[in-house]
Nanobody, 121 residues
Framework: VQLVESGGGLVQPGGSLRLSCVAS??????????LSWYRQAPEKEREKVAD????????NYAESVKGRFTISRDNAKNTVYLQMNSLKPEDTALYYC?????????????WGQGTQVTVSS
């Protein structure tokens, strides 16, 4: 399993970015696969920002990003996106893509290498 993120960068407050995560090595849209975006700011714990389950039929968001961020997926391209609007300085963090896969009766977690998002004027 491999997850490769892209799309991070420096943006001014109020701006937008779209992160992408291309997945390989597993069947993207099958049952038992949950795709998520996490973030970790310096000296803070990693937190889940959004997740997509049921082949994209269900989504959930952290309270801090509700109404501003949108998780979506293109199952044909094995890609999950995070559209981030109205960005704030507190959104600055390293953003990670996660795939949680139910296989052989247990859950397996896979992570990308992360992409940096910096919100600053």
């Amino acid at each position: 399993v491999q997850l490769v993120e892209s799309g991070g960068g420096l943006v001014q407050p109020g701006g937008s970015l779209r992160l992408s995560c291309v997945a390989s090595g597993f069947t993207f849209s099958r049952d038992g696969v949950s795709l998520s975006w996490y973030r970790q700011a310096p000296e803070k714990e990693r937190e889940k920002v959004a997740d997509s389950t049921n082949a994209g039929g269900s989504t959930n968001y952290a309270e801090s990003v509700k109404g501003r961020f949108t998780i979506s997926r293109d199952n044909a391209k094995n890609t999950v996106y995070l559209q981030m609007n109205s960005l704030k300085p507190e959104d600055t963090a390293l953003y990670y893509c996660n795939a949680r896969i139910l296989e052989l009766g247990r859950l397996w977690d896979y992570w990308g290498q992360g992409t940096q998002v910096t919100v600053s004027s």
